[in-house]
């Protein structure tokens, strides 16, 4: 397989299913309202706008609802796979899947039959995508889904963030806390990232980038990394703030009311942030939150980034 093709890449919303194929299992979002199964991935049904969904193993059971056969390749990278066989799949719970057909030569393939999935490996991380090929076809160089018996049930991350829409004034003022969230993902600030902020700002200043003079010049013992450095940083920390804004069409990083490092940063140390709703208010151009992000030196007290981040949601 070329490696050049363009691969998939996982959001917050269809990580479920990618996870799913990963273990070779098909995992499709049902609506808790109304049953009704959806895919791609979404945040609402499109039956009933209800945004109680839930992912759900399903058995792969599938036919064919149509197909082309493309011979001139899609991009120059799949002139491997020629004639590529594009196929629309319906499964059972009546869901239809873009994909393509392996392992059957042309004359095989009939509208309507019967497929099973199978999934291909495309990267040392077990990252697996999603092929179809016939009923009692084996489709060599592609895995077929576990013995259902064999495989444990697959614990799928529900995601149990309360959904706040962005119109809806009264819950938004009821996520106002004077409490912080749980602790972030923690990240590693080392050296070599120091530099490259530097490199990239123009900001080398010896107290970021030279070590020896630091060690034995720096109040700090060592080099610490540039606030501003800490403070971008806060987009690789996941912050597990326990709600999600829903019904905006966009959102606006307005910019800060507040910006302090308090506390350095010393190269080699891990960060971790933490937040809270410090201010909402809904206005005529849209809603405005402003959360307050406490960046730490894990094991820290004293934040070394707070950053009050005010968020515009347009509706
Ligand atoms: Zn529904």
Avoid at 32 to 58: I, K, N
Avoid at 128 to 150: N, V, Y
Avoid at 189 to 216: E, K, M, N
Avoid at 290 to 310: A, F
């Amino acid at each position: 397989m070329s490696n050049n093709k363009p691969m998939p890449v996982a959001t917050e919303i269809s990580a479920p299913f990618w996870e799913g194929l990963k273990a070779r299992r098909l995992l499709i979002q049902q609506c808790a309202a109304c049953d009704q199964w959806l895919f791609y991935p979404r945040r609402h049904c499109p039956a009933c706008l209800g945004h109680d969904l839930a992912w759900r193993e399903v058995s792969g059971q599938a036919s064919l609802y149509s197909f082309t056969v493309a011979r001139i390749p899609t991009l120059p990278d799949f002139i491997d796979e020629m004639p590529q066989k594009l196929a629309v799949v319906e499964l059972a719970e009546g869901v239809r899947i873009n994909t393509t057909l392996v392992g059957l030569d042309e004359a095989q393939i009939r509208i309507g039959m019967p497929l099973q999935p199978v999934f291909a490996q495309v990267d040392a991380k077990g990252g697996r995508l999603l092929r179809f090929t016939g009923l009692d076809q084996d489709a060599i160089g592609f895995e077929t889904m576990p013995d259902a018996q064999q495989a444990p049930p697959l614990a799928v991350e529900q995601s149990d963030r309360q959904q706040v829409d962005c119109k809806d004034e009264a819950a938004l003022q009821a996520l106002v806390s004077e409490r912080f969230s749980e602790w972030s993902n923690s990240l590693l600030v080392d050296q070599a990232l120091i530099d490259a902020f530097a490199q990239l700002s123009g900001d080398d200043y010896w107290i970021h980038t030279d070590p020896d003079r630091a060690r034995r010049s720096s109040p700090f013992g060592g080099t610490i990394a540039h606030g501003a450095l800490v403070q971008v940083l806060q987009s690789r920390l996941k912050l597990a703030l326990g709600f999600e804004i829903t019904g905006f069409s966009t959102q606006i990083n307005y910019g800060s009311d507040r910006l302090r490092f308090p506390a350095p940063v010393p190269a080699g140390s891990r960060i971790h942030a933490r937040a809270r709703v410090k201010a909402v208010e809904v206005r005529e151009r849209g809603t405005q939150l402003t959360l307050e992000i406490n960046t730490h030196v894990v094991g820290q007290e004293r934040p070394s980034v707070i950053n009050d981040l005010v968020i515009l949601y347009q509706r």
